[in-house]
């Protein structure tokens, strides 16, 4: 029983000690958003914010982060806030080329 017992407390941690995420892999997580809504987002790239700002300012927001689940809740929170992504009419055309296949 006490096997057991010691069994599932070792998985239980590994599951839980799985979740937290460390000071560099919160900056890089936070580079790597903030470098692709940079390009990317249709309201950033057009210069409508002072991006840098938003950079320093959930900077200081990670401080308050310790789990993965937070982390992803603040850039989901940051992401909508930045305002609504039209769909794009041209991606959704499919066409019949072939690109870079020969036919033998």
Request: aromatic content about 14%; overall charge positive.
């Amino acid at each position: 029983m006490r096997k057991a017992f010691l069994f599932i407390l070792f998985f239980l941690s590994l599951h839980f000690s799985a979740q937290i995420v460390s000071e560099n892999q919160k900056l890089e997580s936070l580079c790597r958003v903030w470098g692709f809504l940079k390009y990317y987002h249709p309201q950033v790239a057009k210069g409508n914010l002072n991006w840098d700002q938003q950079l320093f300012k959930k900077m200081n927001e990670l401080e308050r982060i310790n789990d993965k689940a937070a982390l992803n809740n603040l850039y989901s929170r940051w992401i909508e806030s930045l305002g609504k992504v039209n769909e794009c009419t041209e991606c959704l055309q499919e066409t019949d080329k072939t690109y870079f296949l020969k036919k033998l």
